[in-house]
């Protein structure tokens, strides 16, 4: 059994609009393992959302998806049929979307929705999958579970509405679970609990998860590995303590600098600031992703002493001192200066 819950290869994802095509993903490749989180991050319209409704299968009818290789648990289910692929969503892979009440019926109560998931996908009985309704929902810290079967969505707190979102995405024990932004619209405190909760139930049933999140707190707690995206792209991949102590790209350092990091930004300092705006994504694209984009502060920073060895066959893809697991794309001569890592001549796979 492969050890990848989820392996994707080189996606790109393209809208056509009225003024010409979006390319909203650009060749992007992961994989998530087994047991492990791997968080996406990045400023909104990057492309993070797209890229698990392309796993999902759940794009728009106008926008068209590429790729080479998309396998879960080891199956290519690249082409997979709309039906195929509904017997995938719910119950080898889920989803837990950013606004819960987007996701539940209003005129349905939580326990037919909770069910109708497992009745679909498994051979089970109603009072047995009423009894995996309970338990999950009890697993997720919602007390008088059996009650709230009965109940509606809009009888539920944002933060029990999230609980139950969660519970659903667990009713068939899945292998990869995506969650896009689940605690943006909760206060600080739910927003804990539930990354907390989900921690703990990845632990619990083994499961991979693809966070997608803005939030560099939430993956300073939550991710073993990071993919950094800008602009339809991934531009540095790594585990988490590699890409926050050894940052490769002035996009990932401009993200790092926002933050206010105990024992290095002092009280009353201002935190840094990425000047300009993500550039258009429409047509052809010319010129530096990041033109217009540099810091003040990018001149003012140390050097890095990184070392950079290129990666056969990728044009401005390196190595970030000689670890595959640290990886770093640039677009351009411009990005790669700005840098100021050292290139290795040594190609290596």
């Known amino acids: 059994m492969t050890n990848k819950a989820l392996n994707v290869e080189n996606l790109y994802i393209d809208i056509p609009l009225a003024e010409g095509v979006l390319h909203a993903v650009d060749g992007i490749t992961l994989h998530v393992d087994r047991g492990e989180t791997l968080c996406i991050v990045g400023e909104s319209g990057c492309g993070k959302s797209l890229t698990s409704l392309a796993i999902m299968g759940l794009l728009p009818k106008a926008a068209s998806r590429n790729m080479i290789a998309l396998e879960l648990g080891g199956i ?7 039906k195929q692929m509904s017997n995938i969503r719910g119950n080898k892979m889920a989803m837990i979307f950013q606004e819960p009440m987007t996701s539940l019926n209003p005129a349905y109560s939580i326990g037919n929705q909770l069910m109708e998931a497992i009745l679909r996908h498994k051979n089970i009985s109603r009072k047995d999958a009423r009894d995996r309704a309970v338990e999950l929902l009890q697993k997720v810290g919602i007390i008088d579970a059996v009650n709230r079967l009965r109940q509606f969505p ?62 560099m707190g939430v993956v300073a707690r939550m991710a073993d590995r990071v993919a ?33 990091v105990p024992g ?29 984009r540099w810091s003040e502060s990018v001149d003012n920073e140390p050097d890095p002493m990184l070392a950079l060895e290129p990666i056969s066959e990728k044009k401005y893809s390196y190595n970030v001192e000689g670890s595959v697991g640290h990886s770093v794309r640039f677009c351009c001569d411009q990005c790669l200066s700005n840098s100021k890592a050292k290139v290795s001549s040594t190609k290596v796979a």
């Open 154 to 215: 809009h009888q539920l707190s944002g933060g029990l509405r999230q609980r139950v979102m969660i519970a659903m995405a667990l009713m068939c024990s899945p292998d990869l679970i995506i969650a896009d932004e689940p605690t943006t619209a909760l206060d600080v405190t739910i927003q804990a609990q539930i990354l907390s909760l989900l921690k703990d139930l990845q632990d619990d049933f083994g499961m991979g998860l693809l966070l997608i999140t803005h939030d």
């Open 228 to 260: 950094v995206m800008y602009a339809g792209q991934i531009v540095e991949q790594g585990s988490v303590h590699q890409l926050f102590d050894n940052p490769a790209h002035p996009y990932t350092r401009g993200l790092m600098r926002c933050i206010p």
């Open 264 to 292: 290095k930004v002092k009280r009353g300092e201002p935190l840094g600031t990425i000047p300009g705006m993500v550039p258009s994504l429409v047509g052809k694209f010319s010129g530096c992703r990041f033109d217009g």
């Open 76 to 82: 290519d289910i690249l082409n997979y049929s709309q």
